[in-house]
T-cell receptor
Framework: GQQVMQIPQYQHVQEGEDFTTYCNSS?????IQWYKQRPGGHPGFLIQ?????EVKKQKRLTFQFGEAKKNSSLHITATQTTDVGTYFC?????????????FGTGTSLTVIP | GAVVSQHPSRVICKSGTSVKIECRSL??????MFWYRQFPKQSLMLMAT?????????EQGVEKDKFLINHASLTLSTLTVTSAHPEDSSFYIC????????????FGPGTRLLVL
């Protein structure tokens, strides 16, 4: 089954509203990465978090890595139409067979002007 | 940032034919390249990890003989879909690790395959 889940799957917001997507892993992640995929495009790297409890900001985007390194969140303040796309978290899970890299299920964001 | 290219961007082929997709890192050396498959409105599914100079590591459920991966140099990896069938129609994306940073995957623009 899917190892890294994201909620919500879809989110529609009015421009100017805030948006948050949550990422939950079944096991501990060595690090967490976030990607944005614009409609019809390919994923682009946003950021990587490594430390437990780490918080990083990029302008209106705030990324957080949970204390247990099993969950993460991406929060966008005052969304703009340019924020439209699907946001994926991803990271390596440490398994008995070694590291396994998983992408989350993704959250598709629609911003209504 | 680093640039990864893929060729072709789109390909339409007849059922039973083989299709080769190239993934190149243009301005950095990639010791590791990844191949993903993405169905419409779904997440990326890792197919295999390709290490330069060695055999690729395939994920569970991915047929090695059907999806041939070659990583002959530090800037080029190829994925060959052999005897393609309509169910192989998908969006194939590669990504590459910059050997200097080993932190960030840089994604190619993807190849859309349609098998008739």
């Amino acid at each position: 089954g899917q190892q890294v889940m994201q909620i919500p799957q879809y989110q529609h917001v009015q421009e100017g509203e805030d948006f948050t997507t949550y990422c939950n892993s079944s096991t501990t992640l060595s690090n967490i990465q976030w990607y944005k995929q614009r409609p019809g495009g390919h994923p682009g790297f946003l950021i990587q978090l490594v430390k437990s409890g780490e918080v990083k900001k990029q302008k209106r985007l705030t990324f957080q890595f949970g204390e247990a390194k099993k969950n993460s969140s991406l929060h966008i303040t005052a969304t703009q139409t340019t924020d439209v796309g699907t946001y994926f978290c991803a990271g390596p899970q440490l398994l008995n067979t070694g590291n396994q890299f998983y992408f989350g299920t993704g959250t598709s964001l629609t911003v209504i002007p | 940032g680093a640039v990864v290219s893929q060729h072709p961007s789109r390909v339409i082929c007849k059922s039973g034919t083989s299709v080769k997709i190239e993934c190149r890192s243009l301005d950095f050396q990639a010791t590791t390249m990844f191949w993903y498959r993405q169905f419409p409105k779904q997440s990326l599914m890792l197919m295999a990890t390709s290490n330069e100079g060695s055999k690729a590591t395939y994920e569970q459920g991915v047929e090695k003989d059907k999806f041939l991966i070659n990583h002959a140099s530090l800037t080029l990896s190829t994925l060959t879909v052999t005897s393609a069938h309509p169910e192989d129609s998908s969006f194939y994306i590669c990504s590459a690790y910059d050997r200097d940073t080993q932190e960030t995957q840089y994604f190619g623009p993807g190849t859309r395959l349609l098998v008739l």
